[in-house]
């Protein structure tokens, strides 16, 4: 910016700022590690701990406690297993319907449009109770499917694609056809590899929102056999009050995936942000 | 040219048609018609009570409650959101160097599960947690963060806005610097000083990514859930119960299916209108400065 004339110490101090302003917003994390690792009587008490050992994580991976055994590592599996269907079904059904909604020109696509919009600024809290009769109905009560089919489609990943595809230019659509390309092809050969940045950003937004999910699991799963990590977690919260440090453990198997992943595609999200932002 | 290809369309759209009548229209016509009822979500026989859990909903004091709490949470929370993700986005924006390693590293937070940070609030927090114990060893205070009506909205509030703050502040920094620093440099000239630099330039100039972010907190204010489930169960006292808490706890604890469905209804007309002039609101001081 003008006026500060960039003289070395200002630069210098303007990083430390920056530095000490993100550990405190990260020391969450910090906080959230380092008690995983504590010692059983130092969890919860100091803002470091003094003392650490493995017994947090023992526990997770093992059943023999006196407090009912918890299936923690099966948990992150089926939250592995829902998010990881339920993000690829709303990314596929994305760019196929944005691809229509924007290179297709057919009979109620303006309806489509419009609707999708209505859908994405409809408050969703609504549908809550008849989606879960709904699913109760269809025998998909304390099931992956009932987990993932309502959950399959995001109008905002629709809408984001759709604003991305218009921007790709017709006559590279027509040239291909041109070429003998069908739409399928063009779709998967030619626009979803320009559109790299974009899907990065769709995925990882998606990706960590149905990660995260408590209200929709929690209110579908009703066993161990299906229930997930976050869900699981919630509901330990009050039987574990005393044992803070397994589920500090828990936690942090819950948010590690996903800062990796964040982490792996940081270059492309930084890209795809840029775009999204304009 | 588009080709007119009605086929390739509808078949395209096909899943989205399907989920959408399914997963939509049915659960929203039913919604209606629960709404109608006093079923329980357990016995076999449904009553039609017309409109009388409407009627119920609007009289109950509950539900004033969480109409209220819900403007509350507007109040703190936006406000809080805004100043955390203006100071990541000013920090940030002010290096030469490395800005989307920081900026990469502030949007960590929003990789955080409600579920987890309430456990770590709850553990900071807690009575003997390490920042009460200081507290209460070093100056004499007892705070019961989550046991009084205005921290515990505070507590909460500052948990989402600590979410969102790397979020936001990365469509803050987009805004910061679509800012032509010539701006700056007539203005310095001028011997325009910082304070008013950054209210007559700064926040005009990045009017349209600060709508974006008042928009999408907005949204967020109107949809607590989880912190509030996990942490404060909407207490102390309903001070936390929002309408996603309370239609929640009518539908799934005491299993009031039809009441649930109206207050639900409610809820959303509420959250729908109160957008609506929100949004005007916003638009009106873009048009101040001369934004569209």
């Known amino acids: ?278 | 040219m588009k080709r007119m290809n009605n086929k390739l369309g509808w078949l395209f759209t096909g899943p989205y048609l399907v989920f959408t009548i399914i997963f939509f229209l049915l659960p929203l016509l039913w919604s209606f018609w629960l709404a109608l009822t006093n079923w329980n979500l357990i016995s076999p026989d449904i009553k039609f009570v017309g409109l009388s859990n409407f009627v119920t909903a609007i009289t109950s004091p509950t539900i004033h409650q969480a109409f209220w709490v819900t403007y509350k949470f507007l109040l703190v929370f936006v406000p809080l959101a805004l100043i955390l993700s203006m100071l990541v986005a000013i920090l940030v924006n002010r290096l030469p160097r490395f800005k989307g390693l920081f900026m990469v590293a502030f949007f960590l937070p929003y990789l955080s599960s409600g579920v987890v940070t309430s456990l770590i609030v709850k553990g900071i927090l807690s009575y003997n947690g390490p920042i009460s114990t200081w507290l209460r060893t070093t100056f004499g205070l007892d705070i019961d963060w989550l046991g009084s009506p205005t921290s515990a909205l505070i507590v909460v509030s500052f948990m989402i806005a600590w979410k969102m703050s790397g979020y936001y502040g990365l469509i803050l920094v987009s805004g910061l610097n679509s800012i032509n620093n010539e701006i700056y440099e007539a203005a310095a000239l001028d011997g325009v000083n910082r304070w008013q630099r950054f209210w007559k330039i700064t926040i005009p100039m990045m009017y349209p990514s600060l709508y974006t972010v008042l928009i999408l907190a907005i949204g967020v204010s109107f949809g607590i859930f989880t912190e509030v489930y996990q942490l404060t169960g909407g207490g102390p006292n309903g001070a936390t119960n929002t309408w996603q808490m309370e239609i929640y706890n009518q539908a799934f604890v005491n299993l009031k299916s039809g009441y649930a469905s109206a207050v639900a209804l409610i809820a959303a007309v509420i959250t729908f209108l109160s957008i609506g002039v929100l949004r005007n609101l916003i638009e009106k001081w873009g048009h101040h400065y001369g934004w569209n």
């Open chain 1, 1 to 278: 910016m003008v006026g500060t004339k960039n003289k070395p110490y200002k630069v210098a101090l303007n990083y430390a700022i920056t530095i000490v302003f993100l550990l405190i917003m990260i020391f969450p994390f910090i906080y959230l590690i380092l008690n995983s690792f504590a010692s059983w009587d130092q969890v919860d008490k100091h803002l470091i701990p003094t003392s650490y050992t493995l017994r947090s994580w023992q526990w997770l991976f093992s059943n023999s406690v006196t407090v009912a055994p918890a299936p923690w590592i099966a948990a992150f599996f089926h939250t592995f297993l829902v998010t990881t269907i339920s993000v690829a079904l709303m990314m596929l059904f994305a760019v196929m319907v944005a691809y229509a909604l924007a290179k297709v020109r057919f009979r109620g696509r303006k309806l489509v449009d419009n609707f999708i919009i209505f859908q994405m600024f409809f408050p969703a809290i609504i549908l809550l109770i008849p989606q879960f009769l709904l699913v109760t109905k269809m025998g998909m009560i304390d099931s992956f499917s009932g987990m993932i089919l309502p959950t399959a489609v995001s109008m905002w990943a629709i809408f984001m694609y759709t604003n991305f595809f218009k921007a790709i230019p017709d006559t590279l659509i027509e040239s291909a056809k041109l070429d003998g390309a069908s739409d399928l092809q063009i779709l998967f050969k030619i626009v979803i590899p320009m559109s790299k940045s974009i899907t990065t950003v769709i995925f990882l937004f998606l990706y960590t929102e149905r990660w995260t999910t408590l209200l929709w699991d929690m209110i579908v799963s009703k066993s161990d056999g299906t229930v997930t990590l976050n869900v699981l977690i919630s509901q330990m919260f009050g039987p574990y009050g005393t044992y803070p440090g397994p589920m500090y453990a828990a936690s942090v198997l819950l948010t590690l995936p996903l800062i990796v992943l964040f982490l792996l595609f940081s270059k492309n999200f930084q890209d795809g942000m840029q775009y999204t932002l304009k």
